[in-house]
Structure formats: C-alpha cells, structure tokens
Nanobody, 115 residues
Framework: QVQLVESGGGLVQPGGSLRLSCAAS????????MLWYRQAPGKEREFVAA???????SYADHVKDRFTISGENTKNTVYLQMNNLKPEDTALYYC?????????WGQGTQVTVSS
C-alpha cells in the first residue's frame, strides 16, 4: 500500500553536504512518523533521525548537530539535510514510515564520504 523511494545520495568529500529525499506514495494518510536509518557494510542498520506527523524531531547522538530532518506534507516527502559529513557517515540510507501498526521501508540511497 505504501511505497517509499529515496534519492539524493552520492559521493561527497569530508565536510561536504548532501540532502536526501524520501517520496512516499500510496496509503500515506494517518502515518505516525517518518524516519531515516542507515546501514554500513558489515554493520547493523541504525537509527539516524525521525519526525512525527506533528513535526516533532529526534536524532541519534552522532548526527544531532549535523543532520536535520524535515517534511513537506503537500509533496508527501521527507528530507534529511546532512552537513559536515564524515567518512563514518558512509552507508546505505533508508527511509522508513510508521503508519498505524505497520512499518514500510524504501530501497535505500548510497552515501559515500571520501577524499
């Protein structure tokens, strides 16, 4: 019922910036929250940031002062602005929607931070 498509990933130098987008389609009404997760090679998927349907945001400690999550309801899109990127930010970034008792995942967009 819900499809999530991430975009905006790419290769960036340390200290650079990227803005990720997650476009939602389908039965998106009454969602509870939109979240970003990431997964680096050989590691488990980890929480990055979240925004509730009411606009309340939360962040993992390691990105709190560098990343900003925001939403644009008229476009059914959530964004992740990433500033001062570090090599350890390199990962596949996933969009996740929590709607009622169900969760949905996108396919991910690759972010690589390297010189």
């Amino acid at each position: 019922q819900v499809q999530l498509v991430e975009s905006g990933g790419g290769l960036v130098q340390p200290g650079g910036s990227l803005r990720l987008s997650c476009a939602a389609s389908g039965s998106v009404a009454n969602f509870n929250a939109m979240l970003w997760y990431r997964q680096a090679p050989g590691k488990e998927r980890e929480f990055v940031a979240a925004i509730s349907s009411g606009g309340i945001t939360s962040y993992a400690d390691h990105v709190k002062d560098r990343f900003t999550i925001s939403g644009e309801n008229t476009k059914n899109t959530v964004y992740l602005q990433m500033n001062n990127l570090k090599p350890e930010d390199t990962a596949l970034y996933y969009c996740h929607m929590r709607r009622l008792a169900t969760g949905y995942w996108g396919q991910g967009t690759q972010v690589t931070v390297s010189s």
